[in-house]
């Protein structure tokens, strides 16, 4: 069955430091991911967009890399804040939709605590 | 300023009622969708509408219903037949898959 895993447990780092979040899948061709981040008790709010013929995008401090070999994304935040602790979410879309059997797919989501 | 509203924020609910969600959007979006989210789990979709009048069921459609009578309005209702609503549900909307725009969510919590 498809899978999309990212890691369940925290993630804590120094301010200052490179956070590194992962994104494994199974079983899927995604045509593109997405990145998603978001606050307790709020809704997720988009960050970044990377193809599958895309190795990597950057915005800002953050830059997210794509691995169709690997089945796997990475997202990075580099020269972390504080206000950078949340919750990244990773989200798949596949590239045939047929109906909302495959439409985007979330991961369960890592949560990141940045601290001063 | 253009955005979804949810509302709700917070609901009780006691077994045996049904409860409706609100979801306004002034975004223009054809595209709106309910997914819920359970503590460490992934959003799963509930419902989707790619235009008026017309929705599909996503994973978890059961014990749901929505209705999708104007563009800006996709109000999901809670039945008593959902065995265990006790979540947190998120409505969003887009013009495409490229960037889902989400409301601030709306708890729901059975008495």
């Known amino acids: 069955s498809q899978k999309i895993e990212q890691n369940s447990e925290a993630l804590n780092i120094q301010e200052g430091k490179t956070a590194t979040l992962t994104c494994n899948y199974t079983?899927?061709?995604?045509?593109?991911l997405q990145w998603y981040r978001q606050d307790p008790g709020r809704g997720p709010v988009f960050l970044l967009l990377?193809?599958?013929?895309?190795k990597e995008k950057r915005k800002e401090r953050l830059k997210v890399t794509f691995d169709t070999t690997l089945k796997q994304s990475l997202f990075h935040i580099t020269a972390s804040q504080p206000a950078d602790s949340a919750t990244y979410l990773c989200?798949?879309?596949?590239?045939?939709?047929?109906?909302?059997?495959?439409?985007?797919?979330f991961g369960g989501g890592t949560r990141l605590m940045v601290k001063p | 300023d253009g955005g979804i509203t949810q509302s709700p924020k917070y609901l009780f609910r006691k077994e045996g009622q049904n409860v409706t969600l609100s979801c306004e959007q002034n975004?223009?979006?054809?595209?709106m969708y309910w997914y819920r989210q359970d503590p460490g789990q992934g959003l799963r979709l509930i419902y989707y509408?790619?235009?008026?009048?017309?929705?599909q069921k996503g994973d978890i459609a059961e014990g749901y219903s929505v209705s999708r009578e104007k563009k800006e309005s996709f109000p999901l209702t809670v039945t008593s037949a959902q065995k265990n609503p006790t979540a947190f549900y998120l409505c969003?909307?887009?013009?495409?898959?490229?960037?889902?725009?989400f409301g601030e969510g709306s708890r729901l919590t059975v008495l």
């Open positions: 969003a909307s887009s013009i495409d898959l490229w960037e889902l725009f």
């Open positions: 079983n899927y061709s995604p045509a593109y």
């Open positions: 990377i193809r599958e013929n895309e």
């Open positions: 989200a798949l879309v596949p590239r045939v939709l047929n109906n909302a059997g495959n439409m985007l797919t």
């Open positions: 975004l223009n979006h054809d595209a």
């Open positions: 509408s790619q235009i008026v009048n017309d929705f």
